[in-house]
Nanobody, 120 residues
Framework: EVQLVESGGGLVRAGGSLRLSCAAS????????MGWFRQAPGKEREELSC????????YYADSVKGRFTISRDNAKNTAYLQMNSLKPEDTAVYYC?????????????WGQGTQVTVSS
């Protein structure tokens, strides 16, 4: 069993940056993908980014491409999301997932989320 805890959220002005961390406790599978979703009030969860295991392949949604960067450290069981050039529309709760198969959209474990608020 794996538990995920997100951190690094907060309040930032438009144009600023934040780095989110997703720390896994328990036994995380290094052969599975990890990634990030976000959800704004009244809206569905939006997939933002995903990173594979051995080959380090990555995926980015068009809404964040060129601004966000995903990375992971399997030895630390941690994934990161570096967010630059933040916009007010990036305001949402950000969720990490792990134990995932992104090609088939299977997400086994979820964190409880961290709030990101971007002011104008």
């Amino acid at each position: 069993e794996v538990q995920l805890v997100e951190s690094g959220g907060g309040l930032v002005r438009a144009g600023g940056s934040l780095r989110l961390s997703c720390a896994a406790s328990g036994t995380n599978r290094g052969d599975r993908a990890m990634g990030w979703f976000r959800q704004a009030p009244g809206k569905e969860r939006e997939e933002l980014s995903c990173i594979g295991s051995s080959d380090g392949s990555t995926y980015y949604a068009d809404s964040v491409k060129g601004r966000f960067t995903i990375s992971r450290d399997n030895a630390k069981n941690t994934a990161y999301l570096q967010m630059n050039s933040l916009k007010p529309e990036d305001t949402a709760v950000y969720y990490c997932h792990a134990g995932s198969r992104w090609l088939t959209r299977e997400y086994e474990y979820w964190g409880q989320g961290t709030q990101v608020t971007v002011s104008s």
